[in-house]
């Protein structure tokens, strides 16, 4: 992992071996070809893989976000649903082009356009995490009547090029550069039935509900990982400092004072984690099941993961920040790369500023206003 690290840039290999373990297939349906575990199952799996390696666990967020909306459309939508989860069970990937740069909320600048009785794609995405791994692309899209569109291609469809320009300092192993197509022709079966897309204003779970505990299930994996290679580094150790406290730094108590608190943060954060997957599971049964639950359920389901949110990142970044006190100037070692736990979880805080978030969660609680579910950043609505 650490030499992944460095080298960075697309390395196919470990996603190959988790498409071959079944790791792509935990939530599909048996009949589909999976495993069929419930979602709090699977989660324990997602956190698993993110401490092996985050970059892996992120790469296939658009992935495992497809299959919770697949899992959650009702059955009036299943020709669709039905086209697409026995390929999972098969094996495909899924990657995303869904981000765009822009200046406003507003529309996707891509367009899904109709020419001669054909769909057309055109437009440009930016931090398109896991397509360079990924057999097809998830693509949000502004249609000819200036409403959302989303759809499904395949990711070597002539007309799409996959950028491999992905710079940030963490989190450099996730494929997360630039896509853009170029007159895709997109089938029919594979623009997701209007009014139930990526958008997803008919379902209360699938939307940032769902993209955000991938997100915080990532950050517990690296913090379980922290905690790992720091306890890990000191059981290894065979000098002390000079000033410590004990003549083996096994027994020094200031560092198993250290290490206790932090395994002791770990373990909250990951109950508060925890919490989540049952929620968004009932959720996800009501969605499937064609059921309106009322808003006030649907927005403590938000302002829980956005809760969690504002405790886990910083904690993580907490705990991948103080673990170094326990290993002195060798712990800072290249080939130990503990620095890129850090830089991982910079790097996913991050994409959801958590200022953001508690003004959100203010205004909820003050106001009573209902938190965000979704969001396009791209040009003005016309």
Do not use: C
Request: no cysteine.
């Amino acid at each position: 992992m650490t030499q992944r690290d460095a080298a960075g840039g697309i390395d196919t290999t470990p996603i190959q071996a988790l498409r071959a373990a079944g790791f792509t297939r935990l939530r599909v349906p048996v009949e589909y070809g999976g495993y069929g575990l419930t979602l709090p199952q699977a989660y324990e799996f997602f956190v698993a893989l993110a401490a092996a390696d985050s970059n892996l666990a992120q790469a296939l967020r658009a992935h495992w976000g497809f299959v919770e909306d697949l899992l959650s459309r009702p059955a009036d939508q299943a020709a669709f649903t039905q086209r697409w989860l026995p390929r999972i069970g098969a094996g495909l990937i899924v990657g995303n082009a869904i981000t765009e740069r822009g200046n406003t909320h507003g529309q996707a600048a891509t367009r899904l356009s109709r020419r001669d009785g054909l769909w057309v794609l055109n437009g440009t995405k930016f931090y398109s995490t896991g397509t360079g791994y990924a057999d097809s692309i998830l693509v949000a899209a502004t249609g000819d009547d200036d409403e959302p569109a989303s759809l499904i291609i395949a990711a070597d469809a002539p007309g799409v090029e996959i950028v491999d320009d992905w710079d940030g300092f963490g989190q450099r192993l996730t494929a997360s550069g630039t896509t853009h197509f170029r007159n895709v022709v997109v089938d029919d079966a594979d623009v997701f039935p209007p009014g139930h897309g990526l958008d997803s204003g008919d379902r209360t779970a699938f939307g940032q509900a769902t993209w955000q505990t991938v997100h915080l299930a990532t950050l517990v994996g690296i913090a379980k990982a922290v905690l790992r290679d720091g306890v890990g580094y000191v059981q290894s150790r065979t000098r002390t400092f000079s000033h410590g406290a004990a003549d083996a730094v096994q027994q020094d108590p200031q560092v198993l004072q250290l290490l206790g608190e932090l395994s002791a943060k770990v373990a909250g954060i990951e109950t508060i984690f925890r919490a989540i997957p049952p929620v968004l599971a009932e959720h996800f049964a009501a969605d499937a099941r064609g059921e309106e639950l009322p808003e006030a359920e649907v927005d403590a389901l938000y302002a829980q993961v956005y809760q969690a949110q504002q405790v886990i990142a910083p904690v993580v970044l907490e705990i991948a920040t103080k673990i170094f006190e326990v290993g002195g100037a060798s712990a800072t070692s290249q080939t130990r790369a503990l620095d890129r736990h850090w830089r991982n979880a910079r790097v996913l805080a991050s994409h959801n500023p958590l200022i953001y978030r508690a003004r959100i969660l203010g205004d909820y609680v003050v106001n009573g206003v209902s938190p965000e579910r979704n969001y396009t950043v791209g040009q003005a609505a016309s």
